[in-house]
């Protein structure tokens, strides 16, 4: 059987070599020829990005970061409690409290105390001579002169417009001399003001204080627009940063808070971070402090009165001796007086006692009440001292433990359960303290009115000069121990101090 033969043009396409596959390889002499042949457009639209950038770069505003820094020494005590264990500590010891902290930093009502008194919201522009461009700046040799030179003549403090969510308002300032000034409103007449004072324009009220490097000069004119406070309070909460370091688990806690913010007025800027700062400062101090001025205030109060009334007794004895020269008092009445004065001093103490653990016990009441407010005037009892500080142990690990796991873990369970019992024996220990403490009120009132009743007894030409020289001998020793209180509640609220410090104060970024 013969084979059919093959046509030609089917043998020229078997015995043709198959294509060669596609490779996604970099082709690099194509991709240089394609540059060479169109390198001219390459290279052009390259420069005018290159020239478009450069001139929004140099003719856009600027912004300065500064940086301040907050040492917190009160927290040196619970590292150094962390650092007696030999447990490992992963829960980082006191981030929890370092985390408080920045809390209260940030927090709405001191960061808007802080713009009020810095005058973040207030924008002072002096139109002939407006802050310059990067560009400008740049050829200036970053000269920090050459930046808020209105904000460097005059600044302004606690501007507040009358509607609190309005919108800004603009004014113009011109100066007739060194201190005085005229500042016109859009929709109103001319105000004149003073340096230093306090001033109300039409739907604002501000203050203008000379600036840190000089004041303004005579027949400058500045624009001034004021901005609401809770605008400017919600956009520096956006900006602000406060930060800690957290360091390995082996390592200690550093108890340093640093505080960043960023905006084109460097002066404006560094100057809020600085109120920022004094104002957490002072306010942890007042919170530290507020049980000891209590104290102070309630017995300078006291102290007050008893001078006033000792004063009266004294000028009532001193006028019934001169009417009855003859009256002498026997032994007996001295003696009486004598010692209702003794319990008389006994009893200001007890009330002053009742008193202090009456507060105590009735700031207990809450869910977290604060224990240490009671050692700042008993400083000497021992068993709330021990106490007060088992129970802020508690609480710390406490808050450890709800930084790693959630409130229905065992571990946060038991705990607050611990902290919950500690607590209930404060309590309990206060209530039966305070009952003692008006007992012994209440006996000193019997033994004192046994006293009175007997002194009574003496004959009548005695009883007038023996009553008056019972007060007054009583009153003076009621002053002499209330001065002696007020003297030691001063000092402890004078050793009643923060350890946090300013570490790093905020400068000015011009570089």
């Known amino acids: 059987m013969t084979q059919a033969p093959v046509p030609s043009a089917t043998r020229s396409r078997a015995q043709r070599p198959a294509p060669p596959e596609r490779s996604d390889a970099l082709d690099l002499a194509q991709l240089w020829a394609t540059v060479r042949q169109h390198y001219r457009f390459i290279f052009g639209v390259g420069f005018v990005v290159f ?12 912004s300065f970061r500064s940086v301040g820094r907050l040492y917190l020494g009160e927290l040196e005590q619970g590292s150094s409690a962390s650092a007696r264990t030999n447990d490992v500590d992963i829960s980082a010891s006191n981030q929890g409290v370092i ?24 924008t002072i ?42 919108a800004p308002r603009s004014y113009r300032v011109r100066f007739a001399n060194e201190t005085d000034y005229d500042l016109f409103a859009e929709d109103a ?142 032994n007996e009445a001295k003696a009486m007086i004598e ?76 705990q607050k359960e611990q902290v919950d019992t500690q607590l209930q024996a404060i309590r309990s220990y206060v209530a039966s303290r305070n009952d003692r403490a008006q007992e012994n009120l209440s006996a000193l009132n019997g033994i004192i009115k046994q006293y009175e009743a007997k002194l009574s007894t003496v004959p009548g030409a005695e009883v007038g000069l023996a009553q008056l020289s019972r007060e007054s001998d009583v009153y003076d020793r009621m002053y002499s121990f209330l001065l002696e209180r007020q003297q030691q509640t001063a000092i402890i609220k004078a050793s009643t101090l923060s350890k946090n410090r300013v570490l790093d104060a905020p400068e000015l970024a011009v570089r």
Do not use: C
């Open 51 to 62: 020239v478009a950038v450069m001139a929004i770069t140099l003719m856009s505003r600027m």
């Open 189 to 330: 007449g001319v105000v004149h003001g003073r340096l230093g004072e306090p001033l109300e324009a039409q739907g604002a009220k501000l203050t203008l204080n000379p600036g840190g490097e000089r004041g303004p000069k005579i027949g400058v004119t500045y624009d001034v627009t004021v901005r609401p406070v809770q605008d400017v309070t919600t956009l520096v909460l956006a900006a602000l940063q406060v930060s800690a370091p957290k360091p390995l688990p082996p390592a200690q806690p550093v108890n340093v808070v640093t505080l960043e913010l960023t905006g084109q007025s460097p002066r404006l800027v560094a100057s809020f971070l600085e109120r920022l700062m004094a104002g957490y400062l002072a306010e942890r101090q007042s919170w530290k402090a507020e049980d000891a001025t209590a104290a102070e205030r309630f017995v300078s109060d006291q102290l007050q009165k008893t001078r006033e009334s000792l004063d009266q007794l004294q000028a009532k004895l001193a006028d019934y001796r001169s009417h009855n020269r003859v009256v002498v008092m026997d």
């Open 339 to 414: 010692q209702i004065g003794k319990y008389e001093e006994q009893r200001v103490a007890a009330r002053l006692e009742v008193a202090a653990l009456s507060d105590f016990q009735r700031s207990l009441k809450g869910d977290n009440p604060p224990v240490t407010a009671f050692l700042l005037g008993q400083a000497n009892d021992a068993v709330i001292e021990r106490l007060a500080n088992s129970l802020s142990e508690a609480r710390q690990k406490l808050t450890d433990l709800g930084t790693r796991f959630n409130e229905a873990a065992p571990d946060v369970r038991a």
């Open 125 to 166: 522009v002096d139109p002939m001579r407006g802050s310059p461009r990067y560009g400008a700046w740049l050829l200036s040799h970053r000269d920090p002169g050459a930046l808020d030179v209105a904000a460097s003549e005059v600044r302004a403090t606690n501007a507040a417009l009358s509607d609190r969510f309005g």
């Open 99 to 122: 985390g408080s902290e920045i809390e209260i930093i940030q927090s709405r009502s001191l960061v808007a105390r802080a713009v009020l008194e810095s005058g973040l919201n207030v």
